[in-house]
């Protein structure tokens, strides 16, 4: 079946520093990608997304590229501030399914 | 534009008594749609979803039971809520795949 897996946190950073998350994903054929985003109390946001191998999603100065090759979908952010500590979970929708499969999800903390 | 509502916001039960969660969709036909649970610090479990009136699929045996009595409408129930049940519960919905979910804000329900 499909499974995700990103790395555990807490990921603790100071602000303006360079945050990347990992993750990568085990499917057959051609699922597209998601990452979401938690922030405290709160439920959770679509942050971008990625169809198709080599598609690049951004939003918000974050950015992810579907690595088909390596099966990976890294969450990237070049200058992170505090309001970006939240709970990140990288998703995958197979091709064939409506079901979206999660990874564990990880707590981002950046201090001022 | 589309639009998901999810009530109550928070809930505190006591053990053995009954629980609806409500969740209504507006502004679509025919969404897929899901609920998630997330206990605390943990990741997400697809609890149940529904493509269509009347159509459940339960993802993992429990004392929980939805319903889908209407093409917007997902409900959440329990005749006998027990301690472990205490969670955040999120519903969903979607439409095609190639698409990720629209959550809705999250109902945080304590069980005592």
């Known amino acids: 079946g499909n499974s995700v897996t990103q790395m555990e946190g807490p990921v603790t950073l100071s602000e303006e520093a360079f945050l990347t998350i990992n993750c990568t994903y085990t499917?057959?054929?051609?699922?597209?990608l998601f990452w979401y985003v938690q922030y405290p109390g709160e439920g959770l946001q679509l942050l971008l997304k990625?169809?198709?191998?080599?598609d690049k999603g951004s939003n918000k100065g974050f950015e992810a590229t579907y690595r088909k090759e390596t099966t990976s979908f890294h969450l990237e952010k070049g200058s992170v501030q505090v309001s970006d500590s939240a709970v990140y979970f990288c998703?995958?929708?197979?091709?064939?399914?409506?079901?979206?499969?999660f990874g564990g999800g990880t707590r981002v903390l950046v201090k001022p | 534009s589309q639009t998901i509502h999810q009530w109550p916001a928070t809930l505190v039960q006591p053990v053995g008594s009954p629980l609806s969660l409500e969740c209504t969709v507006e502004?679509?036909?025919?969404?897929?749609l899901y609920w998630y649970r997330q206990a605390a610090g943990r990741g997400l479990q697809l609890l149940f979803y529904?493509?269509?009136?009347?159509?459940i699929s339960s993802e993992v045996p429990q004392n929980l039971s939805a319903s889908r009595p209407q093409d917007r409408q997902f409900i959440l129930s329990s005749k006998k809520l027990l301690l472990s049940d205490s969670g955040f519960y999120l519903c969903?919905?979607?439409?095609?795949?190639?698409?990720?979910?629209?959550f809705g804000s999250g109902t945080r329900l304590t069980v005592v």
């Open positions: 502004g679509t036909s025919n969404p897929n």
């Open positions: 990625a169809t198709k191998a080599d």
């Open positions: 969903a919905w979607s439409l095609e795949r190639g698409y990720g979910y629209t």
């Open positions: 499917a057959t054929g051609y699922p597209s």
């Open positions: 998703a995958l929708r197979g091709a064939a399914g409506n079901k979206l499969t």
């Open positions: 529904s493509v269509g009136i009347g159509q």
